[in-house]
């Protein structure tokens, strides 16, 4: 039953991917497989990469790491909330 809540709020992207193993009792590799077989697509923005970059930050040790990280120029912008050359707002 927590599973196919977990299935469905992740679907309507109402939790993210660790929520939603966390609430479905499993890891998340084992949620990817089930989403997997049940040819639900996962979705992954910019807040999910924002919010794992904050989780290994309070984890420590990580800051070094991140700080060699180079980015696309598009996940760049996105990051930083940038407009595309030539995009309107």
């Keep these: 039953m927590k599973q196919e809540l977990a299935l469905t709020l992740f679907q309507q992207e109402r939790l993210t991917l660790g929520r939603a193993s966390s609430l479905a009792g499993m890891s998340q ?3 990817q497989g089930l989403l997997a077989e049940r ?3 996962i979705h992954y923005g910019v807040e999910d990469f924002k919010q794992d970059l904050e989780t290994l930050r309070q984890m420590g040790g990580f800051d ?3 700080r060699r990280v180079t980015y696309s120029k598009p996940l760049q912008r996105r ?3 940038e407009p595309r050359v030539g995009a309107q707002r």
Excluded: M, S, V, Y
Aim: aromatic share 8%; proline share 8%; with cysteine.
């Design 29 to 31: 590799r084992e949620f």
């Design 39 to 41: 040819r639900i697509p």
């Design 79 to 81: 990051l930083h909330n």
């Design 64 to 66: 070094c790491h991140l």
